[in-house]
């Protein structure tokens, strides 16, 4: 019998081969994950074990990067603080004078017998994401039902009006910005005092309607919230002109702005409370009271009424 040595190496199929089953089974998972979705599982299983792997390996780094910012932001808050005290020093004069004005302007106030401006209070909310619908501008906020947030509270930053609460859950609640198309905001033009009613156009804009073509309007006017509709209060700045076409065969002008708040921008924003509900007039409750009670009765005669009796 003849013996022959074992071969030292095996020889298995030609490495082309090899590299042909490779990249065909590549182009076969991927084709069949692309149309059916089916590593999906696998992929999410397989990064619970490497996150943790992950996370050590970029420990140093973010132990480095942590030290760096500190070091930065120490030096950073130290000249501010500077600055801030210098800044005060140079503005003590004018602040005083400015709380002798408001008190001088509430004793007048007062003594004409004005209303008093309502104050605005509120509670901060940290905005947790966007809402998920690609054809509205909402995002949703840390405030809900336990914070005692409801619908139709306003919703502001340290620039401006940037929504209203639309809808509230126990722990989070839901605001529409000011560009959403289904948001309108009455708001005055702080040059000349003329009011108007800004309407979101939904791509990050807004729009000035109602507005006859021959408005003064100007680029760069300031619109603030008139306080009309009984939601914001006076005042809040909202958005700023930036373009105007006028056409003498339309009968309105096309006014465009941009939103002076960080609508688009992912921080901090304030709750305010709800303004409270105005109270009205003896003669006018007297007249809904009288109407509720005789629901069949018609408002014609009692207007006619009212007319000859004053």
């Known amino acids: 019998m003849d013996h022959q040595p074992p071969p030292f190496f095996k020889r298995g199929p030609a490495p082309v081969a090899l590299l042909s089953f490779y990249v065909a089974l590549s182009a076969v998972l991927l ?9 999906e599982v696998l992929r999410q299983a397989l990064s619970m074990f490497t996150h943790p792997a992950q996370q050590f390996a970029h ?20 000249e501010e603080n500077a600055q801030l005290k210098r800044g005060r020093l140079d503005n003590v004069t004018t ?23 309502q104050q605005a209070s509120g509670q901060v909310a940290q905005i947790l994401y ?34 209203q609460v639309t809808r509230v859950y126990p722990f989070v609640a839901e605001v529409t910005l000011i560009t959403d198309k289904e948001q309108a905001v009455p708001v005055q033009i702080v040059r000349t005092g003329l009011r108007s009613v800004v309407f979101g156009l939904g791509n990050g804009q807004l729009e000035l309607r109602f507005l ?67 109270a009205l007039p003896e003669e006018l409750a007297r007249e809904a009271a009288r109407r509720d009670a005789k629901p069949g009765a018609k408002s014609g005669p009692a207007k006619k009424k009212r007319i000859k009796r004053d």
């Open 31 to 39: 084709i069949v994950d692309a149309r059916l979705q089916t590593l």
């Open 59 to 78: 420990l140093p780094a973010q132990v480095i990067d942590n030290a760096t910012d500190y070091f930065v932001s120490l030096a950073r808050l130290q």
């Open 95 to 117: 602040l005083l004078r400015t709380r002798q004005l408001e008190v001088e302007n509430e004793r007048l106030r007062k003594l004409l017998g004005v209303k008093e401006r």
């Open 130 to 163: 966007a809402a998920r619908d690609p054809y509205s501008r909402r995002i949703v906020v840390d405030k809900g039902q336990q914070d005692k947030v409801v619908a139709g509270q306003p919703v502001i930053d340290d620039a401006g009006i940037v929504g």
């Open 212 to 278: 006859p073509a021959n408005a003064d309007v100007q680029n760069g006017d300031v619109l603030v919230t008139s306080g009309l509709d009984g939601v914001f209060l006076p005042g809040f700045p909202v958005a700023k002109v930036v373009h105007i076409e006028r056409d003498t065969s339309y009968s309105f002008a096309r006014i465009f702005c941009m939103p002076l708040a960080g609508v688009e921008n992912f921080s901090e924003v304030m709750v305010l409370e709800p303004r409270p509900a105005l």
